[in-house]
C-alpha cells in the first residue's frame, strides 16, 4: 500500500468519524440522564425538603422523554448520525439541562456541572466546527443561567442563598472546564484515532506484502496442474523414441525430450509437494534482503550503495516486515537526499546492525522526539520534494511497526548538524536510522539456502 493510499484511507476516515456515532449510543445516555433528573427531583423534595416546581420541571423532562421516542419511531437501533444530526442532538440536550437548572437554582444547583458532558462528547466523536460550536453554545448557556434563574427554596419557602463569590466561581469553574474537557478529550482521541487509522494502513501494507510472498502458492497450484501435460509429453516421447530406434540421431533427441520433462515434473513436485517450501522464500543472507528492500527504488534519483563491515554474513528470515519496513526506511531516504544514499550493514554476536544515510537536509531538529508517530506535522517546513505527503509521518509509522513486529529497535538522528553552513557539511550530512535486531529473534542459524528444500 502506497503513502499516498494510506493517506486517503486516513483522510476519509477522519471524515467519516462524527458517522461512527450511533442513535442509539446517544438514546440511552438520555434515558439514563432522564432517570437521574427525575431521582434527583425526588430526592431533593423527600430528603432534602426544596420545593421543585414539579409540572414545570417534569414538562422539561418529557422533552427528552418525546425526543427518544420520536427518535426510535423515525429511525433503526442502527442509524450512523451525520455531523449536523450528532450536533444538533447535543445542542438540544444542554439546551433541555439549562432549562431544567433555570427552574432549579441555576448555577447554584450542583447539578449545573452536567453541562460538561454534551461539550465532552462533541470533542470525542464530531470536527473542529461542531465543537467550536457546541463549545460557545455551553458558554453562553451557562452565562445565562448566571444571570437569570428560578431560586431554590426550601418547602416553607424560605430561599436557598449561594454567596455571590460562590456563584462566580462555578460559573468561571464550568466555562474553563468546557474549554479544558474540550480541548484535552479532543487531543487525546485526536491521538487515539490517529494512532487507529495508521495502525490500519500498516495492517493493509503487511497484507499487500504477504500476498507477495504467498505467491509462491501459486507454484505449488501450477505444478499440480502442469502434472498432466508433462506425463503426455513423457509418453509420446518413449514411443517416438521406440519407433526411431533405425534412426539413432533422431531417436537421441526423442529421449532427451522425455528425460527433459521427467526433470520438469521433478521440479515441480519438488515445489509443489505438501510440507515443503522453497528455501529462497524462507531465509536469505543479510545482504540479499537489504538488496531486495532496495531494488524499487535503484533507478530513482538517489545512488544507493550497500557497505558491508562485518565478516559471516547471517542468513535471516525472509518475513514481509523486514522487506516493507526497510524499503520505506530506503524510500524515505531517498525522497529527501540530494542523489547519495549509504546503507551499511554489520554485526555483532548478539545483533544485527543497519544504518541508512542520505545527503538530504536531515529530520526536522523539532521533530526529532516525534518521528514514528503517526501524522506528524511540520508546520513551519513546507515539502517541496514530496508535497503529497505533508503532515502525515504514516511510512516512518509503519516502517517503525513492522520493523518492531520483529524485533527491532529504531533510532532516528541526523548524521550532522542541520545548522551548519552548505560548505561545512559532510558527505552524509542528512537523515541517519539505525535498525538493530537481536540475532536470536531474525537469524536462521545453520541454515544452507542453497541446498535441497526441506520439510517444516
Given at each position: ?21 450511533r442513535?442509539?449510543?446517544?438514546v ?7 432517570a ?12 432534602y ?19 427518544n ?16 444530526e ?50 460557545g ?6 452565562s445565562?443561567l ?66 507477495l ?27 517416438l ?29 519438488s ?67 540530494n ?44 515539502d ?11 511510512g ?17 538522528s ?5 545548522f551548519l ?9 542528512g ?8 540475532r ?17
Amino acid at each position: 500500500m502506497s503513502k499516498i493510499s494510506a493517506q486517503v484511507v486516513a483522510e476519509d476516515a477522519f471524515a467519516s468519524r462524527s458517522d461512527w456515532v450511533r442513535l442509539r449510543t446517544l438514546v440511552i445516555l438520555r434515558w439514563t440522564a432522564v432517570a437521574g433528573q427525575l431521582a434527583a427531583m425526588f430526592a431533593a423534595w423527600r430528603f432534602y425538603g426544596i420545593d421543585i416546581p414539579a409540572a414545570p420541571c417534569l414538562a422539561v423532562v418529557g422533552l427528552s422523554v418525546a425526543v427518544n421516542l420520536a427518535s426510535n419511531l423515525l429511525y433503526a437501533e442502527t442509524h450512523r448520525l451525520t455531523e449536523f444530526e450528532a450536533l444538533t442532538l447535543l445542542a438540544f440536550d444542554s439546551c433541555q439541562l439549562t432549562a431544567l437548572l433555570y427552574l432549579t437554582g441555576g448555577l447554584g444547583n450542583p447539578f449545573a456541572l452536567l453541562l460538561l458532558v454534551p461539550a465532552t462528547i462533541a470533542a470525542t466523536a464530531l470536527n473542529g466546527l461542531s465543537i467550536a460550536i457546541l463549545g460557545g453554545l455551553t458558554v453562553i448557556l451557562v452565562s445565562l443561567l448566571a444571570v437569570f434563574h428560578l431560586p431554590l427554596r426550601y418547602l416553607d419557602g424560605a430561599e436557598i442563598l449561594v454567596p455571590a463569590i460562590l456563584a462566580n466561581g462555578f460559573w468561571l469553574a464550568i466555562v474553563i472546564g468546557v474549554a479544558f474537557m474540550a480541548l484535552y478529550t479532543r487531543r487525546v482521541s485526536g491521538e487515539l484515532h490517529a494512532m487507529t487509522d495508521a495502525l490500519l494502513a500498516t495492517q493493509m501494507a503487511l497484507a499487500r506484502e504477504q500476498t507477495l510472498t504467498d505467491l509462491s502458492g501459486v507454484v505449488a497450484a501450477a505444478a499440480h496442474e502442469l502434472g498432466t501435460p508433462l506425463a503426455t509429453i513423457k509418453l509420446a516421447a518413449s514411443e517416438l523414441a521406440d519407433d526411431l530406434s533405425d534412426r539413432p540421431d533422431q531417436r537421441a533427441d526423442a529421449v532427451l525430450i522425455g528425460a527433459q520433462a521427467d526433470r520438469c515434473r521433478d521440479i515441480l513436485r519438488s515445489m509443489g509437494r505438501a510440507g515443503k517450501d522453497d528455501l529462497q522464500m524462507r531465509a536469505a543472507p543479510f545482504q540479499a534482503i537489504v538488496e531486495e528492500a532496495a531494488e524499487p527504488h535503484r533507478d530513482r534519483k538517489a545512488n544507493i550503495a550497500i557497505t558491508i563491515k562485518g565478516d559471516g554474513q547471517p542468513v535471516l528470515a525472509r518475513r514481509p516486515e523486514i522487506i516493507h519496513g526497510l524499503r520505506n526506511l530506503i524510500q524515505n531516504a531517498v525522497d529527501f537526499s540530494n542523489g547519495a544514499v549509504w546503507i551499511d550493514l554489520d554485526w555483532t554476536a548478539d545483533r544485527v546492525l543497519l544504518a541508512i544515510t542520505d545527503d538530504g537536509p536531515g529530520f526536522p531538529p523539532a521533530l526529532l522526539g516525534r518521528i514514528g508517530d503517526p501524522f506528524v506535522r511540520d508546520r513551519g517546513r513546507s515539502d517541496e520534494r514530496r508535497p503529497q505527503y505533508e503532515g502525515m509521518g504514516l511510512g516512518l509509522f509503519i516502517a517503525k511497526t513492522l520493523l518492531e513486529r520483529t524485533g527491532a529497535r529504531l533510532e532516528f538522528s541526523n548524521a550532522s548538524d542541520p545548522f551548519l553552513a552548505t560548505e561545512e557539511r559532510p558527505a552524509r550530512c542528512g537523515a541517519l536510522v539505525r535498525v538493530s535486531w537481536p540475532r536470536e529473534r531474525v537469524e536462521i542459524a545453520d541454515h544452507d539456502i542453497s541446498g535441497q528444500n526441506q520439510p517444516f
